[in-house]
């Protein structure tokens, strides 16, 4: 970086994951921030709530056990001071070993965070079509407004616009459910077996399960535009299309029985309801992401046991995810080769997931408070699962493939020499939490 920047205005455009934790860091930093949302002028068509950081999809974010490669993200991210993981878990809802969260609560936590950090100025409202003058930080996720798209699209060459389709899974209203038919229990727990755990379930035998299978598949969709081929991203598949892949792949899948009992047997198939608030007034059907119609999504869902009379809070919906080409179009501080006072972060970068977002964003103001401050700056190894996200954004994709977004797992950190697949993830997470220590004892040095 030059030497005059630290005298420009760092603006950071979008205050979703990635954006309110890259101002949380610069403003911890020293660094003036001038933070912009369009939100409440303008919604994207998945918004709905006013404040920071909402959570479009899921309300979890997945895994919190230690020994997984979420729960090691989880890890580091506290160990980092991250803003969202304070405000995850201030809004914890039961979930089992999951991390879920109260929107709203965490919503608001995120905002109350933003106005206790100094230097951050806050402006809701503003919707911008392209970049201002200085050093910009785009953290508009892959929902970003078409006039910002454009102006993206054209400075990073060649015409082409990457994107997946993402889907939202419906949520009801508890005092809808029918509490006589479904049963209280998490998998493999001792609640299963006493009516007691995190989420409500709804079991099915062998016949409701078909019926179920065949009205799903007959059921009418919300068509994607002609001129745009689906793509979905392998993570967060439609429920109508995992139905399409065969007659067990439901049963496998989101509606698997494992680790439950119902009167002393295991269901053919169970549908999981998880709180979507502390009050537990409303429930999310876990896995259940559509495109069905609404008329549809009430004939089809009010088959399952249980939620024959359910009211929908919200719909499920499918919308379109942009991303960009990292490698191709960012440098190693993720700006816009064609544009370098443009930095990018978050899921817009490349990756997928609410997390994975918050790192790159955790990330990026790290690395620009560093070089506004004169320090250098070295990326997190590629062991431990930052670096594991950063080098993914970074990395070309082998010959013949195309750059795709990624959720942190353990295949991103590099092999290891271990035998057995319980081995090799114990030496993976000991490489990890050692990496890591000696890279954030190398940020305190420097800091």
């Known amino acids: 970086m030059s030497d005059d920047i630290a005298s420009e205005p760092l603006t950071i455009i979008g205050a979703g994951l990635a954006g309110s934790e890259c101002a949380r860091q610069l403003g911890r930093a020293g660094v003036a921030v001038r933070l912009l949302e369009m939100k409440p002028a303008r919604y994207s068509p998945a918004h709905q709530l006013p404040g920071p950081a909402e959570l479009v999809c899921s309300n979890s974010l997945k895994s919190d056990d230690p020994e997984t490669a ?5 890890e580091e991210l506290r160990q980092l001071g991250s803003l969202i993981m304070e405000a995850a878990d201030g809004s914890r809802v039961p979930a089992g070993s999951a991390l879920a969260v109260d929107r709203q609560r965490f919503s608001r936590l995120v905002a109350a965070g933003l106005a206790a950090s100094p230097g951050i100025d806050y402006r809701q409202g503003v919707e911008v079509a392209e970049p201002p003058a200085g050093r910009v930080v785009l953290c508009t996720g892959p929902l970003t407004s078409e006039p910002l798209a454009a102006w993206l699209q054209a400075r990073c060459g060649d ?3 990457l994107y997946f389709y993402d889907a939202l899974a419906p949520i009801i209203a508890a005092d809808s459910i029918d509490h006589q038919r479904v049963f209280a229990a998490s998998r493999w727990s001792k609640g299963a077996e006493e009516g007691e755990g995190d989420y409500l379930n709804c079991p099915l035998d062998r016949q409701q399960y078909q019926h179920f299978l065949q009205a799903l598949r007959r059921a009418p969709q919300v068509p994607v535009r002609d001129f745009e081929p689906e793509h979905f991203f392998e993570g967060c598949l439609p429920i109508e299309e995992l139905a399409r892949r065969g007659d067990d792949t439901l049963a496998f899948g989101p ?7 119902h009167g002393g047997r295991r269901p053919h198939a169970v549908v999981q309801l998880r709180a979507e608030n502390r009050e537990r007034s409303a429930y999310n059907l876990v896995g259940f992401q559509t495109r069905l ?9 009010r088959l399952i046991p249980g939620l024959e009379r359910a009211r929908f809070l919200r719909y499920g919906a ?3 995810n942009l991303y960009v080409d990292a490698p191709r179009v960012l440098d190693e501080q993720l700006a816009l080769r064609a544009e370098p006072r ?5 899921q817009i970068v490349g990756v997928e997931g609410y997390l994975e977002s918050t790192a790159m964003g955790l990330l990026l103001g790290l690395l620009l408070s560093a070089r506004l401050h004169g320090r250098r700056w070295q990326p997190p190894p590629p062991g431990c699962a930052l670096g594991a996200l950063w080098s993914h954004v970074r990395r070309p994709p082998a010959a013949g493939r195309s750059f795709e977004p990624m959720n942190i797992h353990f295949g991103l950190l590099p092999e290891i020499s271990a035998r057995g697949r319980r081995r090799r993830r114990q ?5 990890a939490r050692r ?3 000696a890279w954030r004892r190398e940020l305190e040095v420097g800091a």
Do not use: N, Y
Request: glycine letters at 12%.
């Open 159 to 161: 015409g082409r616009q």
């Open 293 to 301: 119609t609404q008329p549809g999504q009430r004939q089809v869902f």
């Open 70 to 74: 979420h729960g090691l993200l989880k």
């Open 255 to 261: 509606m698997r029985p494992v680790g439950l009992s």
């Open 318 to 320: 499918m919308h379109r």
């Open 342 to 346: 443009v930095h990018l972060a978050g």
């Open 427 to 431: 030496a993976r997470l000991e490489r």
């Open 435 to 437: 990496d890591f220590a």
